[in-house]
């Protein structure tokens, strides 16, 4: 050094010949760093304490590596297709989203911990003043913040222990690979590849085959009792919550049940008065899809899915509880408040020879809420 003064920067010879210590010391001087109290940690080396130290630290990092490794196998491997209540597999399925959770959660916990354990463990205990200055650093500066940085890990005592460094190149690496497995995963499916059999444009409400009949059907609280509606069977100014039923499911305990409860089942069946019916504005392009004073509306709502379930007679509109998103029936049920930005999907319905209330064709767009191509509409025939 140039001087006693240890507020003068040393020349770059002098920096080249210093040692780390004399470097680490010289930053925390021109830092204005006083160092008030300093212990290491293990003076002795290989104690009990030392080692059980170091066997805490190395388990929490193994833990956040296996951690890691689960949350991609489970990504990967588990079960994650939509199940409904009572479906085969729906035990399974249900634990997906909170095995992700509970695996990713723990792997970044683990990793927190072992690092919180390293600074309390393994760092030298110190107490230092600094005084702060403004403006950018010198070289020196720059120089002696790397040897503080390196001494610190060299007094921790790191670079000698195998276990901890290969515990945390094993938690953090596992880590690593899980965080983007979680990001980038959901996208390596093509969700288009079954074309218009896609997930996102299918419900329930979708015939098997052209032509097939699809019933509205009310719940009755018993999966088996197929109780079909009549127009006569709702009030005018009423509304009920329908349900599609298709003959081949009669019987089949399985897929009555899961005309109940698939996300896309539940639609509005709404009879207005008919004085409302006839200030009613249709949509263009589904003008025919009512039946007389009968507007069937889907009730999943568009802004994130919930079940718009509060029917208003005075105002003929539709609230969402989740948001408060309002849907005016009045006018085909477009959003009139709320974050809902779309209108709720209209069924066209009709009545068949035996009377009974049925769909006339599928949605012709896709329900729920919004998602990345999705286009305006489809032709009601393609
Ligand atoms: S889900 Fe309906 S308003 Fe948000």
Same mark, same amino acid.
């Given at each position: 050094?140039?001087?006693?003064?240890?507020?003068?920067?040393?020349?770059?010879?002098?920096?080249?010949?210093?040692?780390?210590?004399?470097?680490?010391?010289?930053?925390?001087?021109? %830092?204005?760093? +006083?160092?008030?109290?300093?212990?290491? !940690?293990?003076? /002795? *080396?290989? @104690?009990? $304490?030392?080692?059980?130290?170091?066997?805490?630290?190395?388990?929490?990092?193994?833990?956040?590596?296996?951690?890691?490794?689960?949350?991609?196998?489970?990504?990967?491997?588990?079960?994650?297709?939509?199940?409904?209540?009572?479906?085969?597999?729906?035990?399974?399925?249900?634990?997906?989203?909170?095995?992700?959770?509970?695996?990713?959660?723990?792997?970044?916990?683990?990793?927190?911990?072992?690092?919180?354990?390293?600074?309390?463990?393994?760092?030298?205990?110190?107490?230092?003043?600094?005084?702060?200055?403004?403006?950018?650093?010198?070289?020196?500066?720059?120089?002696?913040?790397?040897?503080?940085?390196? %001494?610190?890990? +060299?007094?921790?005592?790191?670079?000698? !222990?195998?276990? /901890? *460094?290969? @515990?945390? $190149?094993?938690?953090?690496?596992?880590?690593?690979?899980?965080?983007?497995?979680?990001?980038?995963?959901?996208?390596?499916?093509?969700?288009?590849?079954?074309?218009?059999?896609?997930?996102?444009?299918?419900?329930?409400?979708?015939?098997?085959?052209?032509?097939?009949?699809?019933?509205?059907?009310?719940?009755?609280?018993?999966?088996?009792?197929?109780?079909?509606?009549?127009?006569?069977?709702?009030?005018?100014?009423?509304?009920?919550?329908?349900?599609?039923?298709?003959?081949?499911?009669?019987?089949?305990?399985?897929?009555?049940?899961?005309?109940?409860?698939?996300?896309?089942?539940?639609?509005?069946?709404?009879?207005?008065?008919?004085?409302?019916?006839?200030?009613?504005?249709?949509?263009?392009?589904?003008?025919?899809?009512?039946?007389?004073?009968?507007?069937?509306?889907?009730?999943?709502?568009?802004?994130?899915?919930?079940?718009?379930?509060?029917?208003?007679?005075?105002?003929?509109?539709?609230?969402?509880?989740?948001?408060?998103?309002?849907?005016?029936?009045?006018?085909?049920?477009?959003?009139?408040?709320?974050?809902?930005?779309?209108?709720?999907?209209?069924?066209?319905?009709?009545?068949?020879?035996?009377?009974?209330?049925?769909?006339?064709?599928?949605?012709?767009?896709?329900?729920?809420?919004?998602?990345?191509?999705?286009?305006?509409?489809?032709?009601?025939?393609?």
């Amino acid at each position: 050094m140039s001087s006693g003064d240890p507020k003068q920067n040393p020349t770059p010879e002098e920096l080249a010949n210093m040692s780390q210590d004399e470097l680490a010391k010289l930053g925390a001087n021109l %830092d204005d760093v +006083d160092v008030i109290y300093r212990r290491n !940690r293990w003076p /002795i *080396k290989g @104690s009990k $304490a030392e080692k059980r130290a170091e066997r805490q630290i190395a388990f929490w990092f193994a833990l956040a590596g296996l951690s890691g490794l689960a949350f991609v196998a489970i990504f990967v491997f588990w079960p994650w297709e939509y199940r409904t209540v009572g479906e085969e597999g729906y035990a399974l399925y249900s634990l997906t989203t909170p095995l992700y959770g509970l695996t990713f959660g723990l792997s970044i916990l683990s990793i927190g911990i072992a690092v919180v354990l390293i600074a309390k463990k393994m760092i030298p205990e110190e107490i230092a003043v600094q005084q702060r200055h403004d403006g950018p650093s010198e070289e020196v500066d720059q120089r002696t913040t790397v040897a503080l940085l390196r %001494d610190a890990y +060299d007094t921790s005592t790191i670079g000698r !222990r195998g276990m /901890i *460094k290969w @515990s945390a $190149a094993f938690g953090i690496g596992a880590f690593a690979v899980a965080a983007p497995v979680g990001l980038v995963g959901g996208m390596v499916k093509n969700p288009w590849a079954d074309r218009d059999d896609s997930a996102l444009w299918r419900s329930l409400w979708t015939p098997d085959y052209p032509g097939e009949t699809i019933y509205l059907r009310r719940d009755t609280g018993r999966i088996t009792d197929v109780a079909l509606i009549r127009p006569e069977d709702i009030d005018a100014g009423g509304m009920e919550t329908v349900f599609p039923f298709k003959e081949s499911w009669r019987g089949d305990h399985d897929a009555l049940l899961k005309s109940f409860r698939h996300e896309y089942s539940a639609v509005m069946l709404i009879h207005l008065r008919a004085e409302d019916a006839n200030r009613a504005v249709r949509r263009e392009g589904q003008e025919t899809f009512n039946y007389g004073n009968f507007f069937a509306y889907s009730k999943i709502c568009t802004h994130l899915a919930c079940p718009t379930s509060l029917y208003e007679q005075q105002t003929q509109r539709i609230l969402c509880p989740c948001h408060q998103s309002q849907f005016d029936v009045m006018q085909y049920a477009k959003p009139v408040f709320g974050p809902a930005t779309r209108a709720l999907p209209q069924l066209p319905i009709t009545v068949n020879e035996e009377g009974y209330m049925v769909a006339n064709g599928d949605f012709i767009e896709p329900l729920g809420p919004a998602f990345w191509e999705r286009p305006g509409y489809r032709n009601l025939e393609s």
